[in-house]
């Protein structure tokens, strides 16, 4: 049994005359019919990943003359690097600069300008045979690719306007989903894919990200060497950089020899399990070569990284002395915790809520002995620091061409990185509730860190995902020696087991192709037994996807295309979180609610700042003398009238940025909520964009309501709040062996807290003994395996009081 396709071919009749002799049993032909008031130049595009990629990049880079004139820039920017390298090479007398030290005779910079005539003859010919022909090469394939690119993104341009018709200034205030909502209509009359009459925003997503989500699901599944064991330090470390990713892709993806025949087909002789060793073989030899060009260019790529650093972070380094000092997601990171079918600007905006508590989780981890050290360096580079400018001031003519200058410099970036190294004594901080709120935005974390966030070992760790940008560039720096000695010592061993992970994880989708099946977030084939009920997922340890990728995804994809429909495997999935979350939301006004995981997951929200514990609250108002008690619900509060949801006039400012539709969704756990608890959809839907319209884009914490007129997205809480609640129902799963075995440690807990408990329930006070009680009548419920309450030392000082998140109270022990 055959399924027909969903298409507009029409059966033509053949007469006997026309039959071949090849195919005597064929009686039709099927010919692709357009109707006359239908044809268009966009009726059956050819490569659909392509036109469907430069329409979302079309959108995320704000139209047309945005596109052009960065990549024209960008060509610029190439030339001005190489040309100015040359002129400081070739067209600067810098004996003439050092001249003026003994002649006391000031010299300026143009002195030691070159004349032209003699500037060219004054270089090297390995000089222009090495950097200025290689560089000339680069420049007209980019010329030629910007060029191709402005006719590809005209014709986008006219897709726009005419099929989606959205004109160029309409794109600032539409968000991703808005436009992917009128592509799937355009594909109704246009029949831009021929094999389905409607496409799902399942396989919009699937052509944009299908090369991606193959690479997600081998960081998954640790099939890439990214894990190395340094053999000096001792430790795990990652390396991914730009060049290993670009080689990477090159190789499983685009290049002339990859796997894939063409964008969307993997070749067929990859699916033949008999051939492979034959094509491990094969793939093997191919790395090599890879490896040994890589060695071949690699002069030419280290002189490129070492000049477009020196000029891109050189100004930046001088201006911000402590730039280096900042942090940023790794690329190894990013892959970790990018969901499957996860559009760039999604995980970007996940990404960066998730920065300010990141960094704070790892600003916490200091060291006593560097705490001392950076004292004393700090000191002696002050003082020199002070004297210099003294003498700068009081003596103008004290100060020369060269050496006072730079010391200057030197010692400022001494002592910022001093300060850095030095902790404020009076904050004492709770590493699982920052740790779990970073969780909450970045969705992902190993089960090795639950309960150990105080440990170096979880800090080490977490660094490789957050690293220094001095380690970034660092590696981006050596990426031109290190990636070829990866690729053909590491990476050719692998060939095998890639070979493999292409065959057992392809799938052919009707109306898109070849694409990996772990995108397909089907919890019965690869979802883990540990985040899932019994019984629905068959997967072994091979197939299923590590740390609740597959069930995250899953959900995130829900939240993020609300129209979408899931398949009955997927949607039985998340109905089974729904239901618990109802059986939830029932034990939250009796003496257990402490202990369900909806209420965990609810008080973690809240320490996500001011407008989540608002949110909490507005979902569950009976708790909020249990979850904030200690907390005031002023001017946070976001009970406002469902009327506010309704926005006046289109929004502007990042809503390129905006993860799925500004209206909100109700299909993860908040929606749940509210609904268990007598609420409708539709006020599920308000309370939910009334909650988001408290919450800044960056996630961060405020002590104060938003400013007017800003606008957040509702669907980032909704899967804060799920993703924590998965996590804890994950967590519940690995103790106690499932949902269902919950139940008797309830009934335990209901037997503890009866009038016949022990005393040692209640404090001295009469109050529950999950209270504490300090010198301030606040006081704050706790749950017994979550000890959110630090306390700072008696002489704290209010320079980072921030009320709306519980990571530090200033307040004494009585």
């Known amino acids: 049994m055959t399924d027909r396709l969903q298409t507009s071919y029409q059966a033509m009749g053949v007469g006997d005359d026309d039959l071949s002799a090849d195919s005597p049993h064929e009686r039709l032909i099927m010919i692709h019919e357009v109707p006359e008031n239908n044809k268009s130049r966009w009726n059956h595009v050819e490569d659909l990943d392509e036109f469907f990629t430069r329409v979302y990049r079309y959108h995320q880079k704000n139209g047309f003359f945005c596109m052009m004139l960065q990549e024209g820039l960008e060509l610029v920017q190439f030339a001005f690097v190489v040309l100015f390298s040359l002129f400081l090479l070739g067209c600067v007398d810098y004996s003439r600069l050092h001249a003026g030290d003994h002649t006391h005779v000031n010299v300026t910079i143009w002195d030691a300008v070159v004349p032209g005539n003699q500037c060219m003859r004054s270089l090297s010919t390995w000089v222009v045979v090495l950097l200025l022909v290689p560089a000339v ?49 355009a594909q109704k009359t246009q029949q831009m894919c021929v094999h389905k009459r409607e496409l799902s925003e399942l396989d919009i997503y699937h052509r944009i990200l299908r090369f991606k989500n193959y690479f997600v ?140 508590p990141a960094a704070r989780y790892m600003s916490i981890f200091t060291s006593p002995v560097a705490t001392v050290v950076a004292r004393n360096v700090a000191f002696f580079a002050g003082a020199l620091l002070v004297v210099l400018l003294i003498l700068t001031l009081a003596l103008e003519s004290h100060v020369h061409v060269e050496h006072e200058l730079a010391l200057i410099t030197a010692l400022t970036v001494v002592i910022t990185a001093c300060r850095a190294c030095i902790p404020d004594e009076n904050m004492v901080w709770c590493p699982e509730t920052l740790l779990g709120m970073v969780l909450a935005h970045v969705h992902y974390m190993p089960d090795s860190w639950k309960g150990s966030a105080h440990t170096t070992r979880v800090r080490d760790d977490f660094s490789q995902m957050f690293q220094y940008k001095a380690v970034f560039l660092l590696e981006e720096l050596l990426s031109p020696i290190i990636t070829p000695i990866i690729l053909c010592f590491s990476l050719r061993h692998k060939a095998l087991d890639i070979v493999d992970f292409f065959r057992n994880f392809t799938v052919d989708v009707i109306g898109v192709g070849d694409v990996c099946s772990f995108a397909q977030m089907d919890v019965r084939r690869h979802g883990n037994p540990t985040w899932v009920p019994e019984g629905q997922t068959q997967a072994n340890h091979y197939q299923q996807a590590e740390d609740g990728k597959t069930e995250l995804s899953l959900l995130h994809f829900t939240l993020t295309n609300p129209r979408w429909k899931p398949p009955p495997q997927c949607n039985l999935f998340i109905t089974s979180v729904k239901e618990q979350v109802t059986r939830d939301v029932s034990t939250l006004h009796g003496p257990i609610a402490e202990e369900t995981a909806l209420y965990q997951s609810l008080y973690s929200m809240s320490s996500l700042g001011a407008g989540y514990q608002s949110l909490m609250t507005s979902l569950q108002p009976q708790l909020q003398s249990r979850l ?49 608890s007598g609420a409708g959809a539709m006020a599920a839907s308000h309370l939910i964009t009334d909650a988001s319209l408290t919450l800044s884009q960056s996630g961060a914490p405020s002590q104060q309501p938003a400013e007017p007129g ?19 129902l994950h967590n519940r799963r690995r103790r106690y062996g499932g949902y269902e075995d919950i139940a008797p440690m309830e009934l335990h807990l209901q037997q503890r807290s009866s009038p016949d408990a022990p005393a ?36 704290a000082t209010d320079d980072d009081d921030d009320d709306s998140a519980p990571l530090v109270h200033h307040a004494q022990i009585s």
Not at 326 to 341: E, I, K, M, P, V
Not at 712 to 720: E, F, H, L, P, R
Not at 769 to 794: F, K, M, Y
């Open 137 to 185: 090469g680069f420049w007209l394939l980019q010329l030629a690719k910007v060029v191709y690119h402005f006719f590809r993104y005209l014709e986008i341009r006219a897709f726009y306007a005419g099929a989606l018709r959205i004109g160029a200034g309409d794109l600032a205030s539409m968000t991703w989903h808005e436009v992917q909502k009128r592509l799937l209509e």
């Open 217 to 356: 699901a081998m960081v998954n599944k640790s099939l890439l060497p990214l894990r190395y064991r340094a053999p000096l330090l001792g430790a795990d470390l990652v390396f991914l950089t730009r060049g290993l990713k670009y080689n990477l892709e090159l190789i499983l993806f685009w290049g002339p020899w990859a796997p894939f025949e063409n964008n969307w087909h993997l070749k067929d002789s990859f699916k033949d399990a008999r051939r492979r060793h034959e094509l491990a073989d094969f793939l093997a030899r191919r790395i090599l070569w890879v490896g040994v060009a890589n060695f071949a260019l690699c002069p030419l790529v280290f002189v490129w990284q070492v000049l477009y650093m020196f000029f891109s972070y050189g100004e930046t380094i001088r201006r911000e002395p402590g730039a280096l000092g900042a942090r940023r997601w790794s690329l190894y990171g990013r892959y970790y915790a990018r969901h499957f079918n996860e559009l760039d600007h999604e995980l970007a905006a996940r990404l960066t809520r998730g920065y300010r």
């Open 628 to 676: 904030f008690s200690d907390r005031p619900m002023g001017a946070g509060s976001i009970y406002q009238s469902p009327s506010r949801s309704k926005m006046a006039g289109k929004p502007r400012g990042g809503v390129s940025r905006v993860e799925g539709p500004l209206e909100g969704s109700t299909n993860g756990v908040m929606g749940a909520v509210m609904q268990a």
């Open 710 to 728: 800003l606008l957040a997205d509702g669907t980032k809480s909704d899967m804060s709040l799920s993703v924590l609640y998965l996590h804890e």
């Open 760 to 795: 040692a329930t209640e404090g001295a006070t009469g109050q529950p003994a999950s209270q504490v009680t300090g010198s301030s009548p606040a006081r704050l419920r706790i749950p017994s395996d979550l000890a959110n309450l630090v306390e700072t030392t008696e002489g």
